[in-house]
């Protein structure tokens, strides 16, 4: 103050700082919000030790026995105050990535935009990971070096930098490490930003989180338009906590939520993808998407789910189907069990195949190939270039192209049918159709039956079907020549070119070898 006082009589310009990133005068640095630490007590936080998972525990205590500060951090303490018992533990320390790696024996570094360490405890599918991050300084955009395009068409200019954002304020490296303060401040929501010491039984606190989570509430730290410009995916966050965990969205936090939405435009695909997937695979969709409804971000944030909030496309039958296959999901992952997002997405997307496969046939081609240039066409729309797309679109393309041949329940088909890798996937996608009533629900009740009978029962149920088959023909009648050549749902097994030929020939080419197993269902994984 005095050094400006004597410029300013000496008639002296003051010095103008200017940022290193962007050659313009520098604005102040905002007040870091660090808080105030509060150290809490388990007689006043309440959290129940035998819910902490001991791999996470072991954890901790290997880096505290070697000299380092150690907490389980975040959203695992915040269920662990609500009294669930967390899905996944992080822990945060003071020491490096390298310092983490060098204390166990399968530790692995991974990331570049944040520098973390998995640490793995056992093999296969009874594996788990703890992550461990290093604390973070907090550091303001301004302070940060800045390039002008993304994490890929900017890759050179990140190399070796350790604080960068692009020209929206969006972080691209954030490997500056800092104190717990300044790590709590960086955090998002402040019922995520707590430290538990499971050998103490502290709970460290800067922001009130506790109370926070008592209350039911979501509270950004910061400045809320300064904390998504940082990371626009937290718009995203947001809406997917209130939903999972039922809190209030606290108003300052939601009033920037849908001004602040165009920048999820600049967040790499894959990274949104993965985003939407949580929204509906946490347990919580029907409850996701109704969040998304009430904070005005139901269009144009995720091309899969404007198929969902299309108000020109919805019909009752679709609402009813989209609506079995959410609660459906949710009823998955209540119980414990696995959920595939390529059934998911084929379910949601499904009605945008029926009518494009319908519009096909309608122009004249054949039943398979009319549905698969259906899918590939919703596929590139609705999803696009993400990563993992190949195993994906191959998934989500056997599910679908599996329903015409649910139709076929004579001959050899079925049996083919019942052992393709994804029969499960794709019979329950035929279960959720005939429970919204756009199939025959005694052929789900049929194919239920079969795939659960032994040999015997499976001969008793085709001949009941091929008898069930004969009375339907001859009640029937003879068909019209001209009727003989139309598309219809047809087996696969026979291949494209057989759908739309005399059942005579069909029944011909199953009886050769390749014949069998010909069709689409020949490339995907199971559920």
Known sequence: MIKSFIDKILGKDPAKKRSPATGSRAAKAPRIPVGKRVDVPQSEHGIDATLVDDRARRVVETLQDAG??????????????????PKDFDVATNATPEQVKSLFRRAFII???FRIVHVVYGRGRENEVIEVSTFRAYLDATAAEQVTGNEKTSRKDLADKTHVVDASGRVLRDNVWGPQDQDAARRDFTVNAMYYDPHTGIVVDYHGGIKDAKKRVLRMIG????????????????????AKLGFDIEPKTREPLRDMAELLSNVPQSRLFDEMLKLLQTG?????LEQLRKQGLDKGVFQILDAVFDEVRRHPGRDQFVKLALDDTDRRVAEGKSVAPSFLLACLLWHDVLDLWKRNQAQGEPTFPALQSATEAVFDARIGDISGRGKLAADMREIWTMQPRFER???NAPLSLVEQPRFRAGFDFLRLRAQAGEADAELARWWEAFSLADHDERKDLLEAARKQEAGKRQARGPAPAAAQGTPSTGDADTGPDDVAAPAKKRRRRRRKP??????????????
Do not use: M, Q
């Not at 380092?68 to 018992?85: P, S, T």
């Not at 300064?226 to 718009?235: G, K, L």
């Not at 919580?284 to 996701?288: F, I, K, Q, W, Y």
């Open 68 to 85: 380092y500060e150690a907490y389980i951090v975040g959203g695992a303490v915040r269920d662990l105050i609500l009294g669930h018992r």
């Open 409 to 411: 329940r004579i001959g």
């Open 111 to 113: 990331g570049r935009r």
């Open 514 to 527: 390749a014949g069998e197993g010909a069709g689409a269902a020949s490339g995907g994984a199971a559920e």
């Open 284 to 288: 919580h969709a029907s409850a996701s």
């Open 223 to 242: 400045d809320p338009e300064t904390r998504y410009r940082e990371d626009p995916v937290r718009i995203v966050r947001v809406v997917r906590f209130a």
